[in-house]
DNA sequence: TCAATAGTTTAGAATTATTATAATGTAGAT
DNA sequence: ATCTACATTATAATAATTCTAAACTATTGA
């Protein structure tokens, strides 16, 4: 979602609803310099410490589902216990830093164009991602 | 793990008691041509297709875990719903096919070795995994 | 060979993340 | 202003995983 905050009509033009919640959230989002990635529990904290009236978890989960349907948002998978969603919706990959759990995005320059030789047949290609998961230089990872 | 069948002393070897649940595990998952992918409720059914016995599923948690520490096994994160393992602990990327829910192995042909141009000071590379989502020629995914 | 002990298995409870439910509330159209 | 469809909410339900504590077993070494 571009960095104009006119919300509300953003979210119109994808057909969602402005409600006060879902600009809210927008504003918790997308009212910032950079794109950044966080999980469902670090976002309830966030739109609770800005906003004086509560939301419900359950809003959260829609809204972010909503958000995602609509490429507002994209899911990023690096374990099994958790989602990280990731305001930079663009083709990117990612660094994965295993001591902190911090997630760093990849710009272009930083890994080759992804040359995929195999083919599945009736089958096309919706994304290509990279993970590189990275840790401490001097201490065991699993 | 080894095609060999001498499960007993390869896991003695990495400190494992080898029990009678270990072994049975071993069999399951190595005791085959190929490797394959599975999630925990995929190895708990065919364990108890295999044995006449009761197998607890805290065990197959434990044993699950127990072999990924000892590198017999690798998690792979397709998302946050599914853990899926993988029984290849070889550096290897992955087609995942989103109408199937199917993991399909890419061998080193299949896709150019990633170059990472990125340097994070003080950290070093882990893995860098390739994952490449399809899906039906035909049909609108999210 | 036979305890001692340290690690393992087990059923079930607890926890955590997520989704469903159904009642209430609200945005947008008339 | 009213109606209707969609949203929000608290709470319950579900699902995946981890914890617990008691019973069990492989190994050690007397």
Redesign the pocket.
């Known amino acids: 979602m571009p960095k104009n905050c006119n919300f509300?009509e953003k979210l119109?033009e994808v057909?969602?609803?402005?409600?006060?919640?879902?600009i809210k959230m927008c504003e918790v989002l997308y009212n910032r310099e950079k794109t950044f990635h966080f999980?469902?529990?670090d976002l309830v904290k966030m739109i609770s410490e800005k906003m004086n009236?509560?939301?419900?978890?359950?809003?959260v989960?829609?809204?972010v589902?909503?958000f995602e349907k609509k490429g507002y948002l994209k899911e990023i998978s690096i374990d099994?216990?958790?989602?990280y969603f990731d305001t930079n919706t663009s083709a990117h990959h990612h660094f994965f830093d295993e001591d902190t759990h911090e997630l760093i995005d990849c710009d272009e320059s930083d890994i080759d164009k992804i040359n995929i030789r195999k083919n599945i047949t009736g089958k096309k290609i919706n994304s290509v991602e990279v993970l590189v998961r990275v840790a401490s230089d001097n201490q065991t990872q699993k």
């Open positions: 509300i119109r057909g969602l609803r402005p409600t006060k919640q879902r999980t469902i529990n009236e509560k939301i419900s978890l359950a809003t989960y829609n809204t589902h909503a099994s216990h958790k989602s």
